[in-house]
């Protein structure tokens, strides 16, 4: 599944947001000020969890990276009629 960072320079942002979510600093929820302010924020190309316009952001970063695909992650019970809220 394809998960990354609306900026540039992916192992930068990876390291960074491994650190926020370390025990002692997680409760600070630095990477949602982050996102809040428009500065970077994580995304994860899936309907269900980020809006089409984050996932639209992640998509020029995500090619810059050279990767040979990317996917889109969409669960079972989504694509059922009154599966999934």
Request: avoid cysteine; aromatic fraction near 12%; hydrophobic fraction near 50%.
């Amino acid at each position: 599944m394809t998960l990354g960072f609306t900026r540039p320079n992916f192992r930068h942002w990876a390291a960074r947001f491994a650190w926020f979510e370390t025990p002692w600093l997680r409760s600070l929820r630095i990477g949602g000020m982050l996102a809040n302010l428009g500065i970077v924020r994580r995304v994860w190309l899936n309907f269900e969890t980020d809006s089409s316009d984050a996932m639209l952001q992640l998509l020029p970063v995500v090619r810059e990276l050279g990767l040979p695909a990317v996917i889109f992650t969409v669960h079972s019970s989504s694509l059922v009629l009154n599966g999934n809220p």
